[in-house]
């Protein structure tokens, strides 16, 4: 078993499947292993994936005591700084992962880019994410879930419904993220 929540375990069996990147920069580490970079968060924290090339992580964050770990909200750990909601739970995590877009963080804030649009990628042969179309067929079978069109809706939205309870944890721990916030 790789992690407390089933959801993720399937996770671990589909990438271990497929051979390849499924979404850009995401890769599933040792399940709670790690502080992500922030010590100071490390007892209210679950590390489990990589969300870029560069270091920045995906944690769980133990906003309470409920039972059911992938009910629980989404943090991105940025690799240059910043601490950021980017999901409401993990079901929501998997629809921004389908995206096929990448995470760009910093303290201020945290976007999605779709790569692709970006730096004309297509041209020059390299695809970020070559696994995608399988992990979205793999998300609609398994969950019935469908890829976020626009992943930084479901960051916004988790964003504005957890953001006073978020600003209060982290505002004492790591005093930088709630200055980015206008909340020090």
Known sequence: M???????????????GVGGSFAPGFELIA???DDGGYPPLSDRIRPFA?????????VIWLLDDRADLATLPVLLLGDEGGVHVVARDLPELLRVLASGWSPMCGWDVV????????GGDEEDGYDPRPRNPAFRAWLRERFGLEAAEDPNEIVRAAGAELGDAFAAWIGPLVP?????????
């Open 111 to 118: 976007d999605y880019y779709d790569e692709r649009e970006a």
């Open 31 to 33: 399940f709670g292993e």
């Open 176 to 184: 930088d993220a709630a200055a980015a916030r206008g909340t020090a």
């Open 50 to 58: 990589q969300a870029t090339g560069s270091g920045s992580t995906y």
């Open 2 to 16: 790789y992690a407390p929540i089933p959801a993720l375990n399937l996770l671990k069996e589909f990438e271990d």
